[in-house]
C-alpha cells in the first residue's frame, strides 16, 4: 500500500489565478496520477506524471493550462493556471505501487478548489 | 477509446443483497477495480479482476467476463454504512479508467 498526502486540503481562489497542488507519497512509486472529479461526478484522468519523463495528458487536457511537475519519486505537483469558476474541482493525486502484479492504485485525500 | 457504463443510482435495504453492474468498451485491458467512495472521500479500494470469474472477499463480491465486457459487484448483508458511490474503472495501458459511479443508498 502506501501513504499519499495532498497540499493544500482546499482553497479558494480568484479567478485568473493560478494553484499548484502537492502531491507527496511515503514510498518511492514510478507511475503517479492526476485525477479531476467535478461535483456529483466520477474520476477524470488528466495526465500521468513518470519521474525523469514530460506527463502524458488525455484528451482535452494541456500542459499549459495543467502544468505538472515530477522531480523524483515520491513527489509531484500540479498547477491549475489562469483559474476560471469550471475549474471548480476535486483534484485527485493517485499512485500505483506495481506491487503483487496488480495495477491498483491508491489515492490521495484530493484537494478542493473552488474559484470565483 | 474508453467507453464504461454503470447505473446512476440504487436503493437497497439494509441486510439485503444489491448488484451493481458495470459493461465496458476499452482499448486494452490489464484489469478490472471496483473504489468504493464516500461522499467528499478519496476513492478506496474494493477488488481487482483480471481474469474470468468470481473474486470473493468478506460481504464484497466481484465477477468478470471479458468477453462480455462486463462485470458486477455484489455486497450481501448491507449495512448502512455501505451507502456510498460505487466505481467501476478499467485499467488499460498503464492508465485507470473510470465509470460514472453508482450512487448507492441503503435504507433501515
Known amino acids: 500500500s502506501a501513504v499519499i498526502s495532498q497540499k493544500p486540503s482546499r482553497d479558494i481562489c480568484q479567478r485568473g489565478t493560478s494553484l499548484t497542488i502537492q502531491c507527496q507519497v511515503d514510498s518511492q512509486v514510478t507511475m503517479m496520477f492526476w485525477y479531476r472529479q467535478q461535483p456529483g461526478q466520477s474520476l477524470t484522468l488528466i495526465a500521468t506524471a513518470n519521474q525523469g519523463s514530460e506527463a502524458t495528458y488525455e484528451s482535452g487536457f494541456v500542459i499549459d493550462k495543467f502544468p505538472i511537475s515530477r522531480p523524483n519519486l515520491t513527489f509531484s505537483t500540479l498547477t491549475v493556471s489562469n483559474m476560471s469558476p469550471e475549474d471548480s474541482s476535486i483534484y485527485l493525486c493517485?499512485?500505483?505501487?506495481?506491487?503483487?502484479?496488480?495495477?491498483?492504485?491508491?489515492f490521495g485525500p484530493g484537494t478542493r478548489l473552488t474559484v470565483l | 477509446g474508453q467507453n464504461i457504463d454503470q447505473p446512476t443510482e440504487m436503493t437497497a435495504t439494509e441486510g439485503a443483497i444489491v448488484q451493481i453492474n458495470c459493461t465496458y468498451q476499452t482499448s486494452g485491458f490489464n484489469g478490472l477495480f471496483w473504489y468504493q467512495q464516500h461522499a467528499g472521500e478519496a476513492p478506496t479500494f474494493l477488488s481487482y479482476n483480471v481474469l474470468d470469474g468470481l473474486e470473493e472477499k468478506g460481504r464484497f463480491s466481484s465477477f468478470l467476463s471479458r468477453s462480455k465486457g462486463y462485470s458486477y459487484l455484489l455486497l450481501k448483508e448491507l449495512q448502512m454504512k455501505d451507502s456510498a458511490s460505487y466505481l467501476c474503472a478499467v485499467s488499460g495501458a498503464n492508465n485507470l479508467f473510470f465509470g460514472t459511479g453508482t450512487r448507492l443508498t441503503v435504507i433501515p
Open positions: 493517485s499512485v500505483e505501487p506495481g506491487t503483487s502484479g496488480s495495477w491498483e492504485q491508491f
